[in-house]
Each structure stands twice: as structure tokens, then as C-alpha cells.
């Protein structure tokens, strides 16, 4: 495995992950914790908030506390009942946090999706969990009224900003009910969240995740984030309420600490990101590598241009790689705490700056309580060197059951049974582990590929590619070829204002091949490189390899039937 030197000389982390063993209480609530206990503190701020058109505000964890439960009362005449799912289908806004806390205040389980999402995704998510309310704001109602039709547990719509016959004023309900209500109590295991997953390879699966799963994070949440709360501490992150990453990565734990988070409703860009850092003042962050990619690329020195107060900075969801980790410390002077986790048992492994060294490149190492594996295609341990997927055990190290593992798939037992072997839940996703503990990332089980014999992973290659200033993004995937099986394909995004012309095309393609042979690997260069405007992407900011891939075994095999018919 790469080897660097150390950015610190303290290395804390094995007595904090020996001596860290989970005692979760029996009765537990996520609205107890986040929002009920900090409610008494009049100057106490939640939330401040800000849109596109200008427009802000803020929110004490009081005045969130009232909202939420008006909400509750709101939700319970209408006969809303504990377990009942209720669709939140909101952006980053004061509405989409009360909402989660009126869900958990009643019992039920909140089923948080993206505002993205077209009619067909939110039918068959509503459908599939039998969802009785959905909460919409003007900019996903108009894909749930086409589907309601078709949605029987669909009983009632609350909008907010968006008026019409069939949906219940959000504003006007909320007037009209009592700001007093009493909490269902709960106990730790029971179900409170359902996170349908991204669905990259067939239908997506609702990860039922419990009360508790809160309290799983929270070893490395506090650990990404350089042992937050601190004092003076504020949090904002552009990933999507809607999904793991920004639920629990980002709005969840915050709250949990009593701390303000940043709620931005708009589009992402580069210059954005910079200015609510600034405005704000914000001091953690959570941040994708696509959106590091493009904030590299179009402010190169950030800090000649604004004045920020950023003490520690998450990222995850793909592969940092060096080349964005060094221009985080050279151009930000952060050291970004790389993480890795899933929707059924996220915040697993990373790392955390200030307590343990880190490596670029590296994922880190499993956080404290969670006990980590990598195993072979017939389940068993792999040897440090080796590539293996990545597993978490039921249990920490003490033998205390791990809270942030989920409760099992809605209505799909048989797809629950495969993601265990035995005691360990199974990632899909693929990494080793050098002689120090630290885990390096190889991408999706199914992005591995071979090429002439050699077994390829992505990220690597999709690094080097991203280290040349003509690049902005890249993937690469395996193109079928009669006399290697495989030749490594790269599709790349270039940066704006790269000239293009056939001859200069052609030229770029030459560079960037030597680019990376020049550092890789002589079976790692792109044998073919393809220029997009665009790589698909999920809605959580993952590259979707998978569409890439199948698009070159379609192409392969249209040429094949040409041929044929020729």
C-alpha cells in the first residue's frame, strides 16, 4: 500500500477505539435528543436559513420545538399513528427538520426523498412502503399529484408554498394546532427512518434504520469533524437532507449537539459553496468530491479571495484522492477527514486529523465501535495486502451490539439474508488494509473489472486523470475488446475553456495517456479516452460507473452485429 509521511506526530487511535464500547439506553427518541432537550435556551440557534432568491432567516432550537409540535398535533388528527411512513420530499429548509422531528415525536418513521426525483421514483417509493402522508414544498408537488392516484396508503398531502385543492396548507395547519404535545416514547431499536438506496443496480431497497442509529454515528461524526462541538462551531454541508450523507452526516448529529447548521435551498456552484463559508462563518463542513473538484478547479487559491474560518472538513461518498487532499491543506490548510459508509451502516471508517495521522489517499481506519473486516468471495478474512469487501460485525470489539446497523430491507427478507455472512453485514464495496490498520479504497464490486489479465480498480486511474488542469472529472470503466477482454476506457469532463478543435482533441487525448503512464501502472492508462459534458451521477454525488459500463458493452456489441451482417 502507498506509504507518506505522517501529517502529525500524535496517534491516539488505538486506545480510543480499544477502550470505546456502545452502552445505548433502552429508551431513546432522535426529537428528544435533537430538539426537545435544547428547546428551554431562549438565545440557543438551530438553524439559519437562506435561498437563491436572497431570501434568510433564523431558527432558535425554541421556535423549532413549537413548529415541531404543532406538527405532531397536526399529523395526529389526522390519524397518523405510530409506524406509519410519512414521505418528506423537501430541500434544505427550516420545514424539512421540523418535519423529521414531528415524525419521530409520534413514533412514525420518516421517509426522507429527494426533490430530484421524477413521478415514477416517487410512486413506486410510495407504494413500496405504504407511505399515509407525504410532505412536499412547491418544488415536488407537482410529482406527487400525478401519482396519488395510484398510491392507496396516500391519505393526506401537506405542502408548503403551494396551493392548491388537493393538498392541506402546511401554514394554515400548523396555525390551527396546539403548540403543546406530549411525545410518544420509544425505545431504542425501533424503527424511525426509511432510506431508500440509490438503486445503481436494480430497484431501490428501503433501509429501515432505528432510533438508535443516531447514536452509531455519533463516534464518527465527532471524529470527521475534528472532536466536534467546539465553541463557536457551525456546520454546513450541500449534501441533500433527502439522503444518508446529508441526514446523518450532516443535520441529525448537529442538532444532536445543540449546534446551528447552515440550510441553503439553491443550486450548487462553486461560488456559492465559497460564499456561505464565508458568510457564515462556518467551521465544519461536509463536502463531496466532485463539489472539492469543482471548487479546486474554479478558485485555485481560495483563500487570496475569502476569508474563512473552516477547523475541519468531511468528505466522502467516492475517492478524495491526493490530488484534491493536498490542494485542501496547500489552499484551505485543512486536512480533510476521508469517511466511508452506506446507507445501512454508514460513518464507519475515516479518519480524524487531529487525533490520528493521515495518509492521502487512504479511507482511514474503522471508527470507535464499529468492528471491520474485509472479506473474500466465499466470506473469509483477507490477508493485509490483499483486496477484500469491506464488512462490519454485528458487535463492536467488547461484544455490545453496533446501534448503526439497519433493521433489515422493507418487505424484502431474502435481499436482508444476503447482505449478512453470518455476523458480518457486507458493503459491496471493495478496499485493503496496509500494515498500520488503514483501509484504501477500490471502488464498487461491480467497477473492479480486469484488463489483459490485470485486476483494475477505478479511483485510482480517475485520480491521476483529475491531477491535470485540462481535467474536471473522469471515470473510468472497462471496454470490451476481443484480444484483451478488457482495455480501460476513460470518460473525462474537461474544465472550462479548454480549447477544442479535432487537432487539439486528439493532442489532449495523447497527453493525458502519457499523463498517467507516466505515474501508473503500464496496464492502468486509458487505451481510449472519451470526452462528455457531464458523468452521471446519482443524486448523493456518486459516479455511475454502471451506466458507463453497460453503455460500452452495448456499443460492443453493435459493431459485433454490424460485422456480422457485413
Known amino acids: 500500500m502507498p506509504s507518506t509521511t505522517r501529517s502529525i506526530e500524535i496517534d491516539r487511535y488505538q486506545a480510543l477505539y480499544n477502550e470505546f464500547a456502545w452502552l445505548v439506553p433502552p429508551n431513546f427518541n432522535i426529537a428528544d435528543v435533537c430538539c426537545n432537550r435544547w428547546a428551554n435556551d431562549p438565545a440557543r440557534i ?264 473552516l477547523r475541519a472538513m468531511m468528505s466522502g461518498g467516492e475517492a478524495v484522492g491526493d490530488a484534491v487532499f493536498a490542494w485542501c491543506q496547500a489552499e484551505l490548510g485543512i486536512t480533510v477527514n476521508e469517511i466511508f459508509g452506506q446507507t445501512e451502516a454508514n460513518y464507519l471508517i475515516g479518519g480524524s486529523a487531529d487525533l490520528w495521522p493521515a495518509k492521502p489517499g487512504s479511507m482511514g481506519r474503522p471508527y470507535p465501535g464499529h468492528q471491520v473486516t474485509l472479506l473474500d468471495d466465499e466470506g473469509k478474512l483477507v490477508v493485509p495486502g490483499e483486496i477484500g469487501e469491506i464488512a462490519l460485525n454485528r458487535f463492536d470489539i467488547h461484544g455490545y451490539p453496533d446501534p448503526i446497523l439497519f433493521l433489515g430491507y422493507w418487505n424484502n427478507p431474502e435481499a436482508t439474508k444476503k447482505k449478512f455472512a453470518g455476523d458480518w453485514c457486507r458493503t459491496g464495496d471493495l478496499a485493503a488494509m496496509d500494515e498500520d490498520g488503514y483501509l484504501w479504497y477500490q471502488g464498487r464490486a461491480d467497477d473492479v473489472f480486469k484488463a489483459a489479465g490485470y485486476r483494475i480498480g477505478p479511483a485510482e486511474i480517475e485520480n491521476c486523470l483529475v491531477k491535470h488542469p485540462a481535467v474536471l472529472n473522469a471515470a473510468a470503466v472497462p471496454k470490451p475488446d476481443a484480444d484483451r477482454g478488457n482495455i480501460v476506457k476513460a470518460y473525462v469532463v474537461l474544465t472550462p475553456g479548454t480549447p477544442r478543435s479535432s487537432t487539439a482533441d486528439a493532442q489532449l487525448v495523447a497527453d493525458l495517456q502519457a499523463h498517467v503512464r507516466g505515474k501508473l501502472a503500464p496496464y492502468e492508462y486509458p487505451k481510449e479516452i472519451e470526452f462528455i459534458d457531464a458523468l452521471p451521477m446519482t443524486t448523493t454525488g456518486k459516479v455511475q460507473r454502471r451506466i458507463l459500463r453497460l453503455q460500452e458493452e452495448e456499443r460492443a456489441k453493435s459493431i459485433s452485429a454490424g460485422t456480422a451482417r457485413d
Open 46 to 309: 438551530a438553524m439559519h436559513y437562506e435561498d437563491e432568491a436572497g431570501n434568510t432567516g433564523t431558527l432558535t432550537y425554541g421556535d423549532l420545538q413549537m413548529a415541531v409540535n404543532r406538527l405532531s398535533n397536526v399529523l395526529q388528527k389526522r390519524g397518523v399513528l405510530r409506524g406509519d411512513r410519512i414521505a418528506i420530499i423537501l430541500p434544505q429548509r427550516p420545514e424539512t427538520a421540523i418535519a423529521h422531528m414531528a415524525c419521530h415525536q409520534l413514533g412514525a418513521v420518516a421517509m426522507p426523498m429527494s426533490t430530484l426525483f421524477g413521478p415514477e421514483a416517487i410512486e413506486y417509493r410510495l407504494q413500496d412502503s405504504g407511505a399515509v402522508a407525504a410532505i412536499v414544498d412547491q418544488a415536488s408537488v407537482g410529482n406527487v399529484l400525478p401519482v396519488r392516484a395510484n398510491c392507496p396508503s396516500l391519505q393526506h398531502i401537506i405542502a408548503v408554498e403551494s396551493h392548491c385543492d388537493e393538498t392541506l396548507d402546511w401554514h394554515a395547519e400548523l396555525a390551527n394546532a396546539s403548540a403543546s404535545f406530549t411525545p410518544m416514547p420509544t425505545k431504542a431499536t425501533d424503527p424511525a427512518i426509511l432510506i431508500y438506496t440509490s438503486g445503481t443496480t436494480g430497484l431501490p431497497k428501503g433501509a429501515l434504520l432505528p432510533q438508535q442509529v443516531l447514536i452509531g454515528n455519533l463516534p464518527g461524526f465527532v471524529a470527521s469533524q475534528n472532536w466536534f462541538p467546539q465553541a463557536g462551531d457551525m456546520f454546513w454541508s450541500p449534501a441533500d437532507w433527502a439522503w444518508t450523507g446529508g441526514l446523518m452526516d450532516a443535520l441529525l448529529p448537529t442538532l444532536y449537539f445543540g449546534m446551528p447548521i447552515v440550510a441553503y435551498r439553491g443550486r450548487f456552484s462553486p461560488e456559492t459553496a465559497f460564499y456561505l463559508l464565508e458568510k457564515y462563518r462556518v467551521t465544519n463542513t461536509f463536502l463531496f468530491p466532485t463539489a472539492l473538484k469543482m471548487m479546486m478547479k474554479a478558485v485555485p487559491k481560495p483563500r487570496d479571495k475569502y476569508n474563512l474560518k
